[in-house]
């Protein structure tokens, strides 16, 4: 029998190893929706929006190394999803965005959903795919996939015209399985084309680190993959590191030569200063972004020598002595081969570990003398969640102060375990991000730490986490306000305008839609209350949690980021939002 166009789009989603799509069936992928409903590796996730169905695809890359498909019908199914998949493409995300047109067999127009989604969805992907026959399908996806997680990665737009789906075409499904053979699967991001590391260069960054007085180590989740491989070199330099945001847990940040997630004004005074004491850079998968640098708020020190698969990153905002466009794991691998090969590595520097060691500390004496206040210290509730839920846990976090807090307060000895939205900076990307990490993962505890603002956009798709048996913990952190804005605003001008949120309630909202409800309110409470989530979690219950969260001391990042944007005006607009700060502190 000729197979549908869904069961040929199928049986590629099966070969590509993706193990779910998310997203809500509609009148023109039915049959697709068919054949899945017959797939026995494939799962059909039902979301409440859209927006959710990126985000969810997102999480479960993220959190797996397996890559998801966004499954969505034109026109508004793919509009609603943008901000999910533009999220993808900033932060080098591997999705297959499977979108759904209009029957191109009728020459009729102005039909339903009718819009150009090949023109709106370009901006967002690595690249647009539109099959014409049905004997096209199966390589279409297969070649999308393969583009997708190409690095750098990130999401690729199919449409398929309903017709496609509708009919049976002269295929043979088997024959198309032998031709393309097996997919990477999880975990493969496939290096770039020409790939091979040049050993001179190999050899002249060799000479220079080798001649430095010190190195700083930084590194992005482009080295996510070449954990070990950083840590060996790190070790063979005895270089402290430094991380980008996406790049937490790339280094354990429980060893010793581990520095913060930044080196700037952005990060605390004993990480600066043992940066500054370096005279070169050694920078691997990252791209010295916005937000992972706090607003441009740092400087590579000294020689700069920067390896990024992307040549485009190379330059673009510090130039570097060393620009090598190359694979993480190739490049640093061929690093430390040469590097052993001229000898021993340094003897560690007992003075500098101590500093990074007293350093840490007094960040957390810091923290902890805030303890037993009021309301809930963000840190104590971090640190705590770690203890109970316990190393292995993933952190989902929205745009604001929790992607902060969290970037700040969590020690991870492995990449995978924080999921931020950091380049696109998208609310509502904690919860739905959490229950595709939870789905890729399953067995694993995945705790959102979700804001209070951004949980209003997609806390209803909780009702999916209840219906697919996702054990996750939300904790809406309640301020009642829009935490990071209203604190740029605070500071910045000694006023809060619509970042105040209306009051709402969770307990009914949790009882709703059929999941147990917990609240935190001050520091004793934050142990048995987690705990008490945690076991929920071992059930496969999803668990929402009121934890009345005390931002009243900003974060590292937030005051960094003030200074760094103040330092940058011209004197008179200096002295113009300083003095109207004042004023209205004065005037009230």
């Known amino acids: 029998m ?53 985000f969810m695809a997102d999480g479960a890359w993220r959190a797996s190394g397996r890559m998801a498909c966004v499954n969505v019908v034109p026109g508004a199914g793919l509009t609603h999803a943008l901000s999910g998949i533009a999220e993808a493409f900033m932060d080098h995300v591997p999705l297959l965005v499977l979108g759904c047109g209009i029957r191109r067999d009728s020459g009729k127009a102005f039909q339903l959903h009718d819009v150009d989604q090949q023109a709106l969805a370009a901006p967002v992907v690595k690249g647009t795919f539109l099959p014409r026959t049905g004997e096209e399908l199966y390589a279409t996806i297969r070649e999308a996939c393969a583009l997708a997680r190409r690095a750098p990665a990130g999401p690729v737009f199919v449409e398929v015209p309903a017709d496609l789906y509708l009919f049976t075409h002269d295929v043979d499904v088997d024959t198309e399985r032998e031709r393309w053979g097996a997919s990477g699967g999880a975990g493969s991001l496939s290096a770039p084309e020409g790939g091979a590391v040049d050993a001179d260069v ?6 220079i680190l080798l001649s430095s007085r010190r190195t700083l180590l930084y590194v992005g989740a482009g080295a996510a993959h070449a954990a070990d491989e950083v840590a060996a070199v790190a070790e063979h330099l005895q270089a402290p590191v430094s991380t980008t945001f996406q790049g937490k847990g790339v280094f354990p940040e429980s060893h010793p030569l581990f520095l913060w997630p930044g080196f700037g004004a952005a990060a605390p005074p004993f990480v600066r200063k043992v940066a500054e004491a370096c005279d070169v850079t050694l920078a691997v998968g990252c791209r010295f972004a916005e937000v992972g640098t706090g607003s441009y708020g740092l400087s590579p020190r000294g020689r700069l020598l920067h390896v990024d698969v992307d040549p485009d990153v190379l330059g673009r905002n510090f130039p570097a002595e060393v620009a090598v466009a190359a694979d993480a ?6 690093l430390l081969a040469e590097l052993r090969s001229r000898g021993d590595g340094r003897p560690p520097d007992p003075g500098m570990r101590a500093e990074i ?15 037993g206040g009021e309301r809930v210290t963000p840190a104590h509730l971090i640190r705590t969640a770690q203890e109970v839920f316990g190393p292995d846990a993933v952190y989902t976090t929205d745009s604001g102060n929790g992607t902060f807090l969290a970037m700040e307060c969590l020690r991870l000895e492995r990449p995978g375990r924080y999921l931020a939205p950091v380049d696109y900076s998208c609310m509502g990307y904690s919860v739905p991000a959490a ?43 309640r301020d009642r306000e829009l935490a990071q804005i209203a604190q740029f605003q605070g500071t910045a001008m000694n006023r809060k ?55 009243s001391e900003k974060t590292y990042f937030t005051r960094g980021v003030v200074k760094a944007n103040l330092g940058r005006l011209p004197l008179k607009d200096q002295v113009r939002f300083v003095g109207r700060a004042l004023v209205r502190k004065v005037t009230g």
Do not use: C
């Open 435 to 477: 229950l595709g990490a939870g789905l890729a993962l399953q067995d694993t505890p995945v705790v959102a730490l979700a804001g209070d603002g951004a949980f209003l956009m997609t806390g209803l798709e909780l009702l999916t986490a209840v219906r697919e048996g996702i054990g996750a913990a939300v904790l809406v952190l």
């Open 497 to 551: 305008v619509a970042s105040i949120l209306p009051d709402y309630e969770l307990e009914p909202l949790a009882a709703a839609l059929g999941l147990p409800f917990l609240r935190i309110d001050t520091d004793d409470q934050v142990e048995p209350v987690l705990r008490q989530a945690a076991a929920h979690l071992r059930e496969g219950r999803p668990v929402l949690v009121d934890v009345a969260i005390d931002y």
């Open 357 to 371: 060691t007293a350093g840490h500390a007094a960040v957390w004496e810091e923290w902890e003398s805030h303890v």
């Open 329 to 334: 794991r190739a490049f640093l691998r061929a």
């Open 2 to 54: 000729k197979p549908t166009g869904g069961r040929i789009v199928v049986a590629a989603l099966e070969d590509e190893g993706i193990r779910h799509t998310f997203g809500i069936p509609g009148t023109h992928n039915i049959e697709l929706y068919d054949a899945l409903g017959e797939s026995e590796s494939v799962q059909a996730v039902l979301v409440t929006d859209e927006q959710s169905a990126s």
């Open 202 to 207: 190999v050899r002249r960054v060799a000479d």
